[in-house]
Every structure is written in C-alpha cells, then in structure tokens.
C-alpha cells in the first residue's frame, strides 16, 4: 500500500518528462522534441490565460505524440551528499546512462569496471528491458491524461511579459473534481508557467502544494503541504525541445509509518542527436567510447546542490 501512495507523487516528476515533459512529472511533470519545426505565430492578444494554457497545452501533447527523436546528453545530479555526472542515450529499444564523474573527478577504474558489468547485465535481459518499456508506455499514458487535464483543475491569470514569453499564473480550481489520487495531487498545486506564444511551447512550470493531500482520508497516507517542483525545457536544436532542468522535492506518509521521499534535482546539457534506429547495444557502446575519452578536469556548468533521490523510506 506504501508504494501505491508514493506513486501518485509521478504525475509530477512525469508531467515533467512528458515536456521531455523522457523526458509537469511520470507527476513530476510531471511532466518536458518535435521532428518538425512548430512555428506558430498566432497572437495571444484577445485570449483569457487559461485558453492560452489550453492552446499550449493541446501544442505541447501533439509535439510529443509526433516526437521520434533520439539524444545524447550530460545529467549532473545530487545523488546520497555527491554531486554525480553521466551520459545518457535514448533509443527506440530503451535508455542508457553510464557515471563518468564524482564530484568533479573522473571515476575510478573499479568504478568503470563495475559500470561495464551493471550495461553488460542489463543487456543480457532483454524481458526486463521490455518490462521497463511497457512501464515507461503506461506512466507516459497516465500523464498524457493528467496533463490534458491541466486547464481544468487550475485557474489561471496572467503574470509577466518577456517578449514572446508570458507568464501564466496558477491555481487549484475549487470547481474541478479530482478523478484519482494522480489528478488530486495535480490539483492541489499552485505556482507559474512560463510560455512561448511563438512555437506554443511551454518553456517553464514550478509549483507547490497548496495544503496535505490526504489519501483515503488519511488512512493510506498523506503528502505534506509545501512539496514542490520545478522543472525547465529548452530548444536543443531548431524545432526540438527537451527538459533541462527538473527539481521535485515532496514529502508525506505512507501506511505502516513509512516516509514518502521523492526528491531529484537533475541539469541536463550537451545534447547531441543520435540516429533513431539506434538499439541498446550500439547506444552501450557509444557510452564505452565517451568513457574512453578521459579527461583530467570535470565538465564545465552549474554545480547542482547533492539533494539524493530516495522513495519510501523507512521512517
């Protein structure tokens, strides 16, 4: 029961990966690439804010829906007090990372061998590999659904404006009745929205919870008020987009006293298109010649505070 309460905190780490949003989340938005160049220059001159959110909102599932690009990219992360660096590869078969830095060193020999044997199991399971996948597919549904669902659960106003960027304010909407747990975290958070009216893309989403989202009534476990997530996507190449940034920190209580945990802070950079028939093994040996490739300082870019990432911790 602990575990079916710590998922619905996905909706907004997946609305985050669905904007690619794989990527508000997977709930973490949570939610953030287009084969095609979305340039729409249609005016939000005479839109209220929440016909825009809809518009980008409708923009943002086709681009997925549309989206077979592949990446090669850098994740600087917070993981257990130590700021960790790997390289990631999509492909149509699945995802690989390999570690290539600890706090701005390059990893040890020990630490490449362990690599290799950990991408070398992971090859030689291909059932598991499939299981992944089918699991990736589902959360990818799951929050297309939480996500069409934005413009209804909040009320949105306008905030800022910074040439082809508007800022769209948010907040729960008292008249919108939560279908799941999903859709109950989804609505109990406030916070912005950034936009490009040009491409209809959404550029930006943080948010908090407004109050404790109580599940059963509180009998299967809570999350608590404050929790919060931001996450970023950027024009990697003319027409492609992809999250840059993704922070989601929640906390709460699961049934039998167990915490619920969920915190990431991830900066992805360096992106590089990669062929979209790429299999797992060729992305594995792709990530074999990155780490050939010493080097004897760590990769330049922002240091990431060393958050962790846990899930339902004892307490």
């Known amino acids: 029961m602990g575990e079916c309460v710590a998922r619905v905190t996905k909706p907004v780490v997946e609305a985050a990966r669905l904007l690619r949003v794989p990527g508000l989340i997977a ?22 804010a929440g016909e825009l959110l809809r518009r980008v909102v409708n923009s943002e599932l086709k681009a ?3 989206d077979h690009a592949h990446w090669m990219y850098e994740i600087k992360a917070g993981v257990s007090g130590k700021e960790q660096v790997k390289v990631a590869v999509q492909t149509r078969e699945g995802y690989l990372d390999r570690l290539r830095f600890v706090n701005g060193q390059p990893i040890t020999p020990e630490q490449e061998k362990q690599e290799d044997q950990r991408i070398a199991t992971l090859l030689k399971k291909p059932d598991e590999q499939k299981k992944q996948q089918r699991a990736q597919e589902q959360d990818a549904r799951k ?8 413009p209804d659960a909040v009320i949105a106003r306008y905030g800022k404006r910074q040439g082809e960027l508007v800022e769209i304010l948010f907040e729960p909407n008292p008249n919108f009745h939560p279908p799941s747990h999903e859709a109950a975290v989804f609505h109990s958070m406030a916070g912005r929205i950034w ?33 919060e997530f931001h996450v970023k996507q950027s024009e990697v190449a003319p027409g492609y987009w992809e999250i840059t940034l993704l922070h989601v920190n929640m906390h709460g ?4 006293f167990k915490t619920i945990a969920v915190q990431e802070n991830e900066i992805r950079t360096n992106f590089q298109r990669v ?16 780490s050939t490739m010493k080097s004897a300082s760590a990769p330049s870019g922002s240091t990431v505070l060393a958050i962790g990432r846990s899930r339902s911790s004892s307490h």
Not at 27 to 48: E, H, I, K, M, R
Not at 143 to 150: A, G, S, V, Y
Not at 277 to 289: D, V, Y
């Open 27 to 48: 709930a973490a938005f949570l939610l953030f690439c287009v084969p095609a160049y979305v340039q729409n220059t249609s005016a939000d001159a005479g839109l209220s």
């Open 64 to 66: 997925q829906a549309n």
């Open 275 to 290: 062929r979209d028939s790429l299999t797992l093994s060729e992305a594995a040996e792709q990530l074999q010649k990155q």
């Open 143 to 150: 929050t297309e659904r939480l996500f069409k669902m934005l």
């Open 253 to 256: 209580k699961a049934l039998f």
């Open 195 to 227: 936009v490009n009216t040009r491409q209809n893309r959404l550029v930006e989403i943080e948010g908090h919870l407004t109050r404790e989202v109580k599940f059963g009534g509180g009998l299967l476990g809570h999350l608590d008020k404050g929790g």
